[in-house]
């Protein structure tokens, strides 16, 4: 009969599981604490406005807080959610001092959009983030150049809310749909002025153009030769593009044209070049079939 020897040997092996503290998120923005800790701020796929603190030592190394739920309870019917929100540090006064951390929140209640502010939140000591921030409603409360009430838009949609320390201030915007009922929303921009924090009140800045609420985007920025003035720069709707056409063969013109393009570049607006015998310039081949051109011809 055949003999066997089983042979055993075991050892401790540390086992992990796979963490679930940032779930996909709707928007995303990240600041820091003065030591240089993470602050993860998003609004979660369940429309709620979460804040992740790294936090090394704990089980997943990070600390999620709820920073909308307590709000949305206590001032509306359930279902309410956050649709979007604006977070920034307070540019420090001098090197070394404590910085603040304002936030800004836009509640849908299903209908009309809500705008709550919360300032002056501290970037080292966290206590808020477990007390949950101050909030104050901004009730849309805009007047024109003569004081008169401006009507806000029924219902009201925040197109997009902003907080942007630029070198000189903070600027919080708000951005509005100005005819939420039509089937292409139009913005209108305003500026929150909070020299009175506990009554907030919406001053209208309105773009230069009409910027279409789907698909644009803002930034705080500083565009070449702006003198070094900051700025919310605002991109939306479709790039512009031009033709430019001159006289072929004329070295002149055709520098003129490529140093146009060139400048233009840096604004972003592009330009293309499509010069053409004169025969042709002035003919019925240089017509712009709906495009916009420009023609040199001195």
């Not at 429309?47 to 949305?72: K, M, Y």
């Not at 293309?272 to 003919?283: E, H, R, V, Y």
């Amino acid at each position: 009969m055949s003999t066997y020897t089983v042979t055993t040997s075991s050892e401790l092996m540390e086992n992990y599981i796979q963490a679930d503290i940032l779930l996909p998120q709707d928007k995303f923005l990240a600041l820091q604490t003065n030591t240089g800790a993470s602050l993860l701020f998003s609004i979660g796929t369940g429309g709620v406005f979460n804040l992740c603190v790294e936090s090394p030592g704990q089980t997943h190394g990070w600390r999620r807080f709820d920073l909308s739920s307590a709000q949305i309870k206590k001032d509306f019917a359930p279902g309410a959610t956050c649709k979007d929100f604006a977070a920034a540090q307070v540019v420090a006064v001098a090197p070394g001092s404590t910085t603040q951390i304002h936030l800004a929140m836009v509640i849908n209640d299903g209908t009309n959009d809500h705008l709550y502010i919360s300032l002056n939140n501290s970037d080292s000591d966290l206590s808020w983030t477990t007390t949950g921030p101050v909030w104050t409603v901004c009730p849309f409360n805009a007047a024109d150049s003569a004081g008169k009430p401006i009507p806000a838009p029924s219902p009201l949609k925040i197109g997009g809310a902003f907080i942007s320390e630029a070198a000189d201030k903070e600027y919080i915007v708000i951005d509005a749909i100005r005819n939420p009922t039509e089937p292409v929303g139009v913005l209108s921009r305003f500026y929150l002025d909070v020299t009175t924090p506990t009554a907030p009140k919406w001053m209208p800045h309105d773009l230069s153009g009409d910027i279409s609420a789907s698909g644009y985007q803002s930034a705080l920025g500083r565009a070449a030769h702006a003198y070094g003035v900051d700025g919310i720069y605002t991109k939306g709707g479709k790039p512009i593009s031009l033709r430019f056409s001159t006289t072929q063969g004329n070295k002149l013109r055709e520098t003129q044209g490529e140093l146009l393009q060139a400048q233009m570049k840096q604004v972003g607006i592009d330009i293309k070049i499509a010069n053409l015998d004169s025969t042709k310039l002035f003919g019925d081949e240089a017509a712009c079939s709906g495009l916009y051109a420009v023609r040199v011809l001195v």
